[in-house]
Structures are given as structure tokens and as C-alpha cells.
């Protein structure tokens, strides 16, 4: 109890790491020094075989001896464990797979990083679209809110703040269908259009507070209030841009596409189709002619 007390010695385990480690190499080297001098033994003593004491005398390969090929065999094992010390396991080693496993787990790390930030920005978007299907399940449903797009094979939709195509079918269609009902729009869609459309009601999404269009156009500051303007035209439409459209995917019913088999450079896409969310019901194809510069399709989708 009062005796010395006995000093243990101190190593932390790095130190144990590289002493294990010089320990190890060592092992390696003596091994192969041995394998060096049984080459050499063994090489003089297969020569000796052969040539002195006849064994094997008559046996050749592509008319050499055989001793050659035993040796030179041999010689490949050797070359392969020389190899196998001083670059496999010298870089190769234990300190090298745990580097690689450090990069992994910061790669890994980071990527976390970033998914946690995207949910982060997605998350009041995700919030959103819940609160408005429990109100449309408390509320019993009476507007199919419609989606009306043309986007292009790599789903460009738009570039500098306009169309990219003229298809004339696909006008005349984006007519007839919204035609008598309410459309709804990001502020830069509506500022794309020379003047407002006739026969339609405009609703404008904007975060201004003080935004100015002429008289009969809605402006509202949030997707959900202008769905909510909307509610009692039994199909309102989303009719774009990019971000409306982002937004909207999550909230909508119905999605009419047209599909420009074309790619095309652009500054705003429609965002991709999930087929687990969307059932294709319709699906015309049309050709190219003098008033269509591309082949495109009518597509329709409902929500599954
Ligand atoms: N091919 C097609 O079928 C089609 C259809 C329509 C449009 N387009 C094209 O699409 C492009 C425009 O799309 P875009 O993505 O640039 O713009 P956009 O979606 O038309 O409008 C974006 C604007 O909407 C407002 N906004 C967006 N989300 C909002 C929210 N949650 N609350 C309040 N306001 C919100 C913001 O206005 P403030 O900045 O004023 O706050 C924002 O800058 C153009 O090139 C157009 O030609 C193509």
C-alpha cells in the first residue's frame, strides 16, 4: 500500500500503431530475405539435379532444359513477393485503407451536409402542400387544378422570359382548354405576355406587396391563396413558369403536356414526372409540317 508505486509505460496508441507497424515490416523483409537465399540454393541445387546427377536429363521444353523454366517460375514467385513488400503492403497497408476510410467518412459527411440543407429549403414547400390536402380532405373537392405545359424532351420550357417554339396546335389547344377559366401564374410568366389573354381570369403570384397590373388581374402573394381565389372554377390552370410550376406539382390533379421531341438550351424547366405519383391516360402524337417545326406529343397525366 505505501510501497514505489511502479511506473507503467506511457504509450498512446498511435505509437503502439507505428511500433506494431515497424514490427510488421520487419517480418516482411526478413521473410523475403529468406525467400531470396532459398531461391539461390534452390536454384544451384535444380542446376546441379539436371546437369550433374542426369535427373530429368532427357526432358526438355521447346528443346531447353527444364531447370530453365523451374528457375525462371520461381523467379516470377520471387519478383511477385518483392512486389507484395515493398508496394503493396508499404503503400497499401492498414494506414492506407484507414486514410481511404477517413475520405470516405468526410465525403460521406458533407453529402449529409447537404441533403440536410435541401430538406432544410424544401421543407415550408413540403408543409404547404400537406396543409392544403387536409384541407381539400376536410373540404369536400370540387376543382380539378390542372396543370398546362409544353416542355421539351430535356424539360426546357422557356429561355430569357420566352417561349422557345411556335407551335401552332399546341396555342389552339392551350386555348380551348383554358378558355373560360382561371389561370394561374409566376409574376415573370405574366410579364411575358404582351397583354393579357382575353376571356380568361389571370391570377399573378408574386412575394411584392405592391405589384401593379391593369384592372381584372389578380395578384396574390402565396400558390396556395391563388389556388384559393380560384376554388370555385371546377378547373383552374397552372400555366408556368419553372417555379409555379415546381411548387404546383405537389398540389395538383391533372397535368396536360405537350412533349417537344426536341432538346432545347433553356433558363427554365418543367420539373420531371414521377411515373409512381402520375399515370399517363392520353397520348397523340403529331408530325412535323409547315406550321410545326417539331415533332411533338398531347399528353395527359392524372394523379395515381
Ligand atoms: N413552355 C411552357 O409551357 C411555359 C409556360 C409558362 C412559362 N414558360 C416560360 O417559363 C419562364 C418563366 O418561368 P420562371 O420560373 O422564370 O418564372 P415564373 O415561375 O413564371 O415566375 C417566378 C416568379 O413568381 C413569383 N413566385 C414564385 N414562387 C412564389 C411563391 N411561393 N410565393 C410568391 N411568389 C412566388 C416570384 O415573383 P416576384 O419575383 O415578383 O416575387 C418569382 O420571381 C419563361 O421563359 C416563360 O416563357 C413556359
Not at 66 to 84: K, S, T
Not at 129 to 158: F, Q
Not at 252 to 277: C, Q, W
Amino acid at each position: 500500500m505505501f510501497g514505489k508505486k511502479k511506473e507503467q509505460p506511457q504509450i498512446d496508441k498511435e505509437q503502439l500503431e507505428l511500433i506494431q507497424n515497424a514490427q510488421k515490416r520487419i517480418k516482411q523483409k526478413k521473410r523475403l530475405y529468406v525467400h531470396f537465399v532459398l531461391f539461390l540454393i534452390g536454384s544451384v541445387f535444380i542446376i546441379i539435379a539436371n546437369t550433374v546427377l542426369n535427373i530429368g536429363k532427357d526432358f526438355k521444353l521447346l528443346g531447353k532444359e527444364w531447370f530453365l523454366f523451374a528457375i525462371l517460375i520461381w523467379l516470377f514467385f520471387l519478383i511477385y513477393h518483392v512486389f507484395n513488400v515493398f508496394i503493396t503492403h508499404k503503400f497499401m497497408g492498414k494506414s492506407w485503407e484507414k486514410k481511404q476510410l477517413d475520405k470516405l467518412i468526410i465525403q460521406q459527411k458533407t453529402r449529409i451536409e447537404q441533403l440536410k440543407n435541401e430538406l432544410h429549403k424544401e421543407a415550408p414547400l413540403i408543409a404547404e402542400s400537406e396543409r392544403y390536402n387536409e384541407s381539400l380532405n376536410k373540404k369536400e373537392k370540387t376543382s380539378e387544378l390542372t396543370i398546362i405545359v409544353a416542355a421539351a424532351e430535356n424539360d426546357a420550357i422557356g429561355k430569357d422570359n420566352k417561349l422557345i417554339w411556335h407551335l401552332s396546335d399546341d396555342l389552339k389547344r392551350f386555348k380551348s382548354l383554358t378558355n373560360g377559366h382561371h389561370i394561374i401564374m409566376g409574376r415573370k410568366t405574366f410579364e411575358s405576355f404582351p397583354k393579357p389573354l382575353p376571356n380568361r381570369t389571370h391570377v399573378v403570384i408574386t412575394r411584392q406587396t405592391d405589384y401593379q397590373a391593369p384592372e381584372g388581374v389578380i395578384i396574390v402573394n402565396s400558390l396556395e391563396d391563388a389556388i384559393n381565389v380560384a376554388k370555385n372554377d371546377p378547373q383552374p390552370y397552372i400555366i408556368g413558369g419553372g417555379e409555379i410550376y415546381k411548387q404546383a406539382l405537389l398540389l395538383a390533379d391533372k397535368i396536360e403536356l405537350t412533349r417537344v421531341h426536341e432538346n432545347f438550351e433553356g433558363d427554365a424547366f418543367f420539373p420531371e414526372i414521377d411515373a409512381s405519383v402520375w399515370t399517363e391516360t392520353t397520348n397523340v402524337f403529331h408530325t412535323k409540317d409547315d406550321k410545326h417545326d417539331y415533332e411533338f406529343s398531347f399528353l395527359t397525366y392524372v394523379r395515381k
